[in-house]
């Protein structure tokens, strides 16, 4: 399964004590120059270079139609989604992680399938990496290093790994 990223799954899986999990969901998780500056360039996230300098599974790529990423951001997106989404349409990519709403729009539009950090958490649910007990821990974690995961959401999340217990 050939899968890209945007920066904010990688960021909250990171503070999560998580990232591995793309590697175990996925082997090798592609990600364009644009998505590595921002994570790499911010001297908050010094931690978390060590962290992704020492994850082989993250590949760095670059965009070949700079012209589609300037297309893009004119639709208010930063550099980094934008070259996400050109990058997994050049990739043919069968999963884009991205959490970012209007983001996750304009993949949509580009007909490219979107899984977000919960869907993440989910999927490790499914294949059995995570327990139900961890996941609430993983998104009180993101609570605590403010990143936002709405109450709705997170009772989503609750009823379908519920609902998946309850079918097992």
């Given at each position: 399964?050939?899968?890209v990223?945007?920066t904010t799954?990688?960021?909250?899986l990171?503070k999560m004590?998580?990232l591995p999990l793309?590697?175990?969901l996925f082997?090798v998780?592609h990600?364009p120059?644009?998505v590595?500056k921002?994570?790499?360039?911010n001297?908050?996230y ?5 962290v ?7 590949q ?6 700079v012209?589609?990423v300037?297309?893009i ?6 550099a980094?989604e934008?070259?996400a989404i050109?990058l997994a349409k050049?990739?043919s990519?069968d999963?884009?992680?991205i ?9 949509a ?8 950090t ?10 059995g990496f995570?327990s139900?007990?961890?996941?609430v821990?993983?998104i009180y974690?993101l609570?605590r290093h403010?990143?936002r995961?709405?109450e ?6 609750m ?5 998946i217990d309850?079918?097992?």
């Amino acid at each position: 399964m050939l899968v890209v990223s945007d920066t904010t799954p990688i960021i909250s899986l990171m503070k999560m004590n998580q990232l591995p999990l793309l590697h175990r969901l996925f082997e090798v998780v592609h990600i364009p120059f644009a998505v590595f500056k921002e994570l790499t360039d911010n001297p908050k996230y010094q931690e978390e270079i060590i962290v992704l300098q020492a994850s082989d599974y993250i590949q760095i790529d670059n965009v070949e139609d700079v012209e589609k990423v300037k297309l893009i951001r004119q639709t208010g997106l930063d550099a980094g989604e934008s070259e996400a989404i050109v990058l997994a349409k050049q990739l043919s990519a069968d999963i884009l992680l991205i959490d970012e709403a209007k983001g996750r729009m304009v993949a949509a539009q580009h007909g490219l399938q979107i899984m977000g950090t919960i869907g993440i958490l989910l999927q490790s649910f499914k294949s059995g990496f995570l327990s139900r007990q961890e996941i609430v821990g993983c998104i009180y974690s993101l609570r605590r290093h403010h990143r936002r995961i709405s109450e709705k959401l997170f009772l989503d999340l609750m009823i379908e790994i519920d609902r998946i217990d309850s079918n097992s």
